[in-house]
């Protein structure tokens, strides 16, 4: 089984990134869900925006990597929408990570990437987040770096389709967003 950070989204260490670690954890996974802001959680993603401006990404960034210094090189990187990019930004520095895991948000300069690095994409179709036009670009970026990539698109649901404490919540998505995700994670 594997050993697994999973980063939190804009809004910040949410019942539902504890609850998909719990979940994770069930499945034989070892998983650590650091809170970056060190602040409760809000409620709308406005506030999480003002929050992330008033900690900045650097300190974000900081406490991320203090999270995973004792954590075997081989962890997967995880985030939800903003966590996607905290777990892009620490695949440059842990390039044997097993497999780099997006739940609702592109992120990653290819350049990080190895040949053969898995990585799974959900991503809601559409995202309000993610023009077409730049997740097609990402894809094709990752493809021609070597990921081994599988991209799954969602049609309906909105942003954050997995927490089922938002508005964008659609349960069919996220139960079938979660088994694909153990069965990515499966011998990892």
């Keep these: 089984m594997s050993q697994i950070a999973l980063f939190h989204s804009v809004y910040g260490l949410r019942p539902a ?23 409760p959680a809000t409620d709308t993603a406005e506030a999480g925006f003002a929050l992330l401006d008033k900690i900045g990404k650097r300190t974000v960034l900081d406490r991320a990597r203090a999270a995973v210094a004792d954590l075997p090189p081989d962890t997967v990187l995880a985030g939800f929408s903003f966590g996607v990019w905290v777990a892009a930004e620490l695949l440059a520095e842990r390039p044997a990570a097993a497999a780099l895991l997006l739940l609702h948000g ?21 995202d309000e ?18 990921a081994d990539l599988s991209v799954y698109r969602y049609p309906g649901p909105g942003h954050l389709f997995t927490d089922a ?3 964008d919540h659609d349960p069919a998505a996220a139960e079938l967003t979660w088994e694909r995700v153990l069965a990515f994670l499966d011998g990892r």
């Design 129 to 146: 987040y993610e023009p077409q036009d730049e997740v097609d670009a990402w894809q094709r970026a990752m493809t021609a770096a070597g």
């Design 17 to 39: 990134v504890l609850a998909a670690a719990d979940r994770l954890r069930t499945a034989g996974h070892q998983v650590v869900t650091p809170d970056l802001y060190g602040e």
């Design 165 to 167: 404490d938002v508005p």
């Design 106 to 126: 592109i992120a990653g300069p290819p350049e990080t990437v190895r040949p053969g690095l898995p990585v799974q994409l959900h991503l809601a179709d559409p």
